[in-house]
């Protein structure tokens, strides 16, 4: 899921602005997969175990003091919609770890954060990812 330019973006206690781009990937955190006896092709394929990453890039107007930090721990929210119209909105929140905080600064005098997360669900079933409509 992409969402560009999501409204009231928090981690905790914490208003996040400036946010450009929040992503959320999956990706196999353990798969197994196997293979028949009659040729070269993988005959069943399962991901048992996935992990969910999000990536929050962020403009920044000056300096940043008061960063997210690895292990830091909250639940980070926002609202999104399809348009500039606002319909359509959706919000969509989950427990979030913080894996890493990077920067990059333009020669224009601008810079960004981008900021690693990991999803973390309740229990091992539940999709920690809620998208409910507004």
């Known amino acids: 899921m992409l969402f560009l330019h999501p409204r009231s973006v928090s981690f905790g206690s914490a208003s996040w ?7 959320i990937g999956r990706v196999a955190a ?11 092709h993988i005959v069943m394929a399962d991901v ?10 962020q403009e920044l107007a000056g300096d940043d003091l ?3 930090s690895p292990g830091d721990s909250g639940s980070l ?10 319909a359509a909105r959706k919000r969509v929140s989950m ?5 890493s905080v990077k920067y990059l600064a333009s020669g224009k005098g601008g810079s960004q954060r ?8 309740d229990d091992g079933d539940e999709d920690p990812v809620t998208v409910a409509d507004l």
């Open 17 to 23: 602005d400036g946010v450009v781009s929040v992503a």
């Open 30 to 40: 353990r798969s197994v997969v196997e293979f028949g006896d009659n040729g070269p």
């Open 48 to 57: 048992p175990e996935q992990r969910v990453d999000v990536t929050v890039v």
């Open 66 to 68: 008061a960063s997210s």
């Open 77 to 86: 929210r926002f609202e999104a919609a399809s348009n500039a119209s606002g």
């Open 95 to 99: 427990t979030a770890v913080v894996m």
């Open 114 to 121: 981008t900021v690693t997360l990991v999803a973390v669900a």
